[in-house]
């Protein structure tokens, strides 16, 4: 069965960074799509970065790009969100996700992945 687990949640200051993980395991299929999701309190979930596991490639939600950097560690399973230059808007609850045997569609569509991480909260002050 597969497994996320995020790790790496935190409070920060606004300018300041934050680095996610995301262990998987339970799984063996060679193409599928991570990807990082988020939930600000009172708002609808939103796709935030994805990598293709098969090909590399990532995509990031025109908010967070160039603050955000998505990447894997092969030998570890785990994906990373590097958060940069965090704003109060970045506050949500984050999660990781995988869509397993798939890969990564753009627009991020939260209904493409079919396993789903804990979340770890992100809480950004001004």
């Known amino acids: 069965q597969v497994q996320l687990v995020e790790s790496g949640g935190g409070s920060v200051q606004a300018g300041g960074s934050l680095r996610l993980s995301c262990a998987a395991s339970g799984y063996t299929a060679s193409w599928y799509c991570m990807g990082w999701f988020r939930q600000p309190p009172g708002k609808e979930r939103e796709g935030v970065a994805t990598?293709?596991?098969?090909?590399?490639?990532?995509y990031y939600h025109d908010s967070v790009k160039g603050r955000f950097t998505i990447s894997r560690d092969n030998a570890k399973n785990t994906v990373y969100l590097q958060m940069n230059s965090l704003k109060p808007e970045d506050t949500a609850m984050y999660y990781c996700a995988a869509a397993v045997p798939r890969v990564c569609l753009t627009p991020i569509q939260g209904s493409w992945y079919n396993y789903w991480g804990q979340g770890t909260q992100v809480t950004v002050s001004s």
């Open positions: 990598f293709d596991i098969g090909n590399g490639r990532t």
